[in-house]
C-alpha cells in the first residue's frame, strides 16, 4: 500500500487533529526560538504551493535578518525538523505595537532583565499605552518585589473592564513571565483599545424635517 492511500484512508476528524498539532508546533517553535526578536504571533495557512506562514512581529528586520539569513534558516528547520511541506514565510509588522499586552509585557520583561525597577518599568508601560490611544491599561507585576515574600502590585489607569461580554471579547489581555536572579516574575497586561463598548451609546442629531419642525415652532412661540 503506497504512502497516498495510507493518507487517504485517514478518517477526517484525524486529519483536523493531525493539522492543528502541527500547527501548534509550528507557533511553539517560532515562540521559542524568535522571542528574543521581537516575534509576537503567526498565522498557517494550507496552500497548494506549500505552507504559507506569517509571522507578526514587532520589528520585522530582526526576524528577517540581513539578506533574509534567519528566514532562511527557518525554512530549513520547519521543513528538516518539522516536517512542514514546502514552507513559505511571509513577515508582517503589528499595527499599533503599544495596543498589544504581548509586545508591552516583553518590553517589561526586557526592561527588568537591564535592572529597571519594575515600578519604573510599569508606569513607563503604562504612559506608552495610553500615549497609543487605549481607553485603559492594567499590569500587574508579582513575584518577589522588595523582600524574599512573592506578592504582587498593580497599575491601572482608565477604563479595564473586568466582567461580562466585552471583557471576553474586546479587551486585550497577555501573561508573560521573566527569570531573574530573584525567580521568577509575572507579568500581566490587560489594554482596553480605542473601540466602541456596550455601555456606550451615542445621540444622533435630528434629521432636517425634525429641525424645520423645531425651529418652526420656535418662531411661532
Keep these: 500500500m503506497s504512502q497516498s492511500q495510507r493518507q487517504a484512508r485517514i478518517p477526517v476528524y484525524k486529519k483536523i487533529i493531525q493539522d492543528k498539532i502541527k500547527e501548534w508546533m509550528i507557533k511553539e517553535f517560532l515562540n521559542y526560538r524568535l522571542s528574543k526578536q521581537g516575534y509576537v504571533d503567526s498565522d498557517v ?51 499599533s505595537p503599544e495596543l498589544n499586552p504581548k509586545i508591552i509585557a516583553n518590553r517589561i520583561a526586557w526592561a527588568m532583565t537591564k535592572g529597571v525597577k519594575f515600578r519604573r518599568a510599569g508606569m513607563i508601560a503604562i504612559r506608552q499605552i495610553m500615549d497609543g490611544g487605549a481607553k485603559g491599561a492594567e499590569i500587574t ?20 473592564y473586568k466582567n461580562g461580554y466585552d471583557s471576553r471579547t474586546k479587551v486585550q489581555r497577555f501573561v508573560g513571565q521573566v527569570l531573574l536572579k530573584p525567580g521568577l ?24 424635517e425634525a429641525a424645520a419642525e423645531v425651529q418652526a415652532q420656535q418662531v411661532s412661540e
Excluded at 60 to 66: L, S
Excluded at 146 to 159: D, H, L, P, Q
Aim: glycine content about 8%.
Design 45 to 95: 495557512l494550507k496552500t497548494p504551493l506549500g505552507t504559507r506562514i506569517i509571522i507578526y512581529a514587532e520589528r520585522p528586520n530582526w526576524i528577517i535578518g540581513r539578506k533574509g539569513v534567519i528566514v532562511k534558516e527557518l525554512t530549513d528547520l520547519l521543513s528538516k525538523k518539522l516536517g512542514v511541506d514546502n514552507p513559505i514565510i511571509d513577515v508582517t509588522p503589528i499595527q
Design 185 to 208: 516574575y509575572g507579568i500581566e497586561v490587560r489594554i482596553t483599545p480605542p473601540v466602541r463598548f456596550s455601555d456606550e451609546y451615542r445621540i444622533k442629531p435630528p434629521g432636517r
Design 141 to 160: 507585576i508579582s513575584g518577589k518585589l522588595t523582600s524574599e515574600r512573592s506578592r504582587f502590585e498593580k497599575y491601572v489607569y482608565g477604563i479595564v
